[in-house]
């Protein structure tokens, strides 16, 4: 895909974001049901997954969170139910990672699976406040 090309197909992005702005809907729409209606495979959605990948996961997702995470009253979450439901979850999510990565496989050792429970369970807590701060943003 040649760069033209490339600046076209994000022109026509941007016109129809504008264009569903000023009817009144949500550019973010319109920018999905473009994206919808290209096809998946090669050569366009192919081209267009590889140049745009290292923009997403780079720069626009980063500008997210840290947004979505500026706008958070980080001391209002302990207070009232929502900090309980919030403990709870992660506990769970403790638990069923603990269970799935050492007692389901019991394939090697104790102490491998303990380590490879305790990795899998950090990650469902960074999933659970991710979770939490774009929920009370949102």
């Given amino acids: 895909m040649k760069e033209s090309q490339f600046f076209a197909i ?3 992005v941007l016109v129809s ?11 973010g729409l319109a ?9 998946g495979g090669p ?28 706008s958070v009253d980080i001391f209002s979450i302990g207070r009232g139910s929502f900090g309980v439901v919030l403990e709870f979850f992660i506990i769970l999510g403790y638990v069923g990672k ?8 019991a394939e090697g050792e104790a102490r491998d699976d303990v380590a490879e429970a305790s990795l899998t369970e950090t990650e469902t807590a960074e999933e659970a406040v991710t979770e939490a701060v774009v929920a009370t943003v949102e």
């Fill in 98 to 105: 603990f269970v799935g990565a050492d007692v389901v496989p």
């Fill in 31 to 39: 920018s999905f049901m473009l994206g919808v209606s290209v096809p």
């Fill in 43 to 70: 050569p366009l959605g192919s081209s267009l997954v590889n140049k745009l990948d290292s923009i997403a996961t780079g720069i626009l997702l980063p500008t997210k969170v840290a947004m979505s995470g500026l």
């Fill in 10 to 12: 994000l022109l026509v």
């Fill in 17 to 27: 974001g504008f264009c569903a702005q000023t009817l009144g809907q949500s550019s």
